[in-house]
């Protein structure tokens, strides 16, 4: 008796990103996002591709490991927002741009990293404020959805998953209290803490 159809098998990985994706409510997991976002037949580089690394860069720099730049978070957010995951409207991505453009006065990619930089720290910082700032235009209030998008990308991608956070495959016993060492990272075995929703 042969098996199933191979395309029909999933891997550990993707099995239980869908059960997280199922019991969080959401229509999509970040496997299938990711799923999409790797299909050569669908692959398109948009206008949106080279603003999203540069914010990946913002966000998640390479350091002594690869950044989400390096990790393909460009794709994953775009495919995620054409989803509408953690909410993301169809028009984040050209209504973001277009605000980054006028906040800069000019093409925001145009301008200096260090100038880049202190635009989307200020933008940061206001949008993540306790009280929103209604001077803030309505695009660049969309922020924390963006961020949000680069963070689960990035920590559900091969790199973040294995470079980025330590990776045990079959974590071992119950430690309550685990001494850390300076430089010591997080295990990957525990985003499903993120709240997608």
Request: contains cysteine; glycine residues 8%.
């Amino acid at each position: 008796m042969s098996g199933p159809p191979e395309a029909l098998l999933l891997s550990r990985r993707e099995a239980l990103l869908n059960s997280a994706a199922l019991a969080l409510g959401m229509a999509l997991s970040p496997a299938q996002i990711w799923a999409a976002a790797k299909d050569p037949a669908r692959q398109n580089t948009t206008p949106a591709r080279a603003l999203l690394d540069d914010l990946c860069d913002a966000v998640i720099p390479a350091t002594d490991t690869p950044g989400a730049r390096a990790a393909g978070i460009g794709a994953f957010v775009e495919k995620a927002v054409a989803h509408g995951l953690r909410g993301a409207h169809e028009t984040l991505l050209t209504t973001f741009a277009a605000a980054l453009d006028a906040l800069s006065e000019g093409e925001y990619l145009q301008q200096s990293e260090e100038r880049r930089r202190a635009l989307l720290a200020d933008i940061d910082a206001r949008a993540f404020a306790n009280a929103q700032d209604d001077a803030l235009p309505e695009a660049l209030r969309q922020w924390p959805v963006l961020k949000a998008l680069i963070v689960v990308g990035y920590y559900t991608s091969e790199i973040g998953g294995s470079q980025e956070l330590r990776y045990l495959l079959t974590p071992g016993r119950f430690d309550p209290d685990v001494r850390l060492k300076p430089g010591d990272r997080a295990w990957s075995s525990d985003w499903t803490g993120v709240k997608f929703a």
